[in-house]
Antibody
Framework: VQMVESGGGLVQPGRSLRLSCAAS????????LHWVRQAPGRGLEWVSV????????AYADSVKGRFIVSRDNARNSLFLEMNSLRPDDTALYFC?????????????WGRGTLVTVSS | QSLLTQPPSASGTPGQRVIISCSGG????????VNWYQQFPGTAPKVVIS???QRPSGVPGRFSGSKSGTSASLAISGLQSEDEADYYC???????????FGGGTKLTV
């Protein structure tokens, strides 16, 4: 199983960025997927989850209304569209597989992609 | 401030047993299962305990987990220097409709 994030970088406050996660080694549409982030020197913060078919989605209050999660099962890919970015969105963003459902039984993690929001 | 409370630090000597606590509430630990994650500096977290007490394949038997009411704990027996890492508990919260993590515990061996 591999989860490989991409799309991070330096972006100005108020701008947008789209993260991608390419997954392999498992049946992609058998699993819900999560985004989890970690600000420099801080703890883990859950961001969002999407079920196998996109029928159920949830967001942390801190990103609700600004971030949009989606997936393309044909391409084994997960996405995170981040809008109206703020400096406190600066973090390493991990793409994570849910082992058994939707409720955060996380097993495989990517290495993360770094997002820096700064002017 | 996280809904799940962990001590910021813990320590032990090689061979000792250390317990890391995670205190939550009725909407998270009280209603859902708890996972524990180990993270070394500069690397992605790794699950060491899932579903309160299940040890994934490859995780040493000295790691164990338990849950009672609105609290959970991770125990590491026969402590080894390689266990020095940050440890996070996590559980789904029904009120928030989201996953919540504890603030993390830095274990020093």
């Amino acid at each position: 199983v591999q989860m490989v994030e991409s799309g991070g970088g330096l972006v100005q406050p108020g701008r947008s960025l789209r993260l991608s996660c390419a997954a392999s080694g498992f049946i992609f549409d058998d699993h819900a997927l999560h985004w989890v982030r970690q600000a420099p020197g801080r703890g883990l913060e859950w961001v969002s989850v999407i079920t196998w078919n996109g029928g159920r989605i949830a967001y942390a209050d801190s990103v609700k209304g600004r971030f949009i999660v989606s997936r393309d099962n044909a391409r084994n890919s997960l996405f995170l569209e981040m809008n109206s970015l703020r400096p406190d969105d600066t973090a390493l963003y991990f793409c994570v597989r849910d082992r058994s459902g939707y409720y955060g039984d996380l097993d495989y993690w990517g290495r993360g992609t770094l997002v820096t929001v700064s002017s | 401030q996280s809904l799940l409370t962990q001590p910021p630090s813990a320590s032990g000597t090689p061979g000792q047993r250390v317990i890391i606590s995670c205190s939550g509430g009725s909407s998270n630990i009280g209603s859902n299962t708890v996972n524990w994650y180990q993270q070394f500096p500069g690397t992605a977290p790794k699950v060491v305990i899932s579903t309160n007490s299940q040890r994934p394949s490859g995780v040493p038997g000295r790691f164990s987990g338990s849950k009672s009411g609105t609290s959970a704990s991770l125990a590491i027996s026969g402590l080894q220097s390689e266990d020095e890492a940050d440890y996070y508990c996590a559980a789904w919260d029904d009120n928030l409709n989201g996953l919540v993590f504890g603030g993390g515990t830095k274990l020093t061996v």
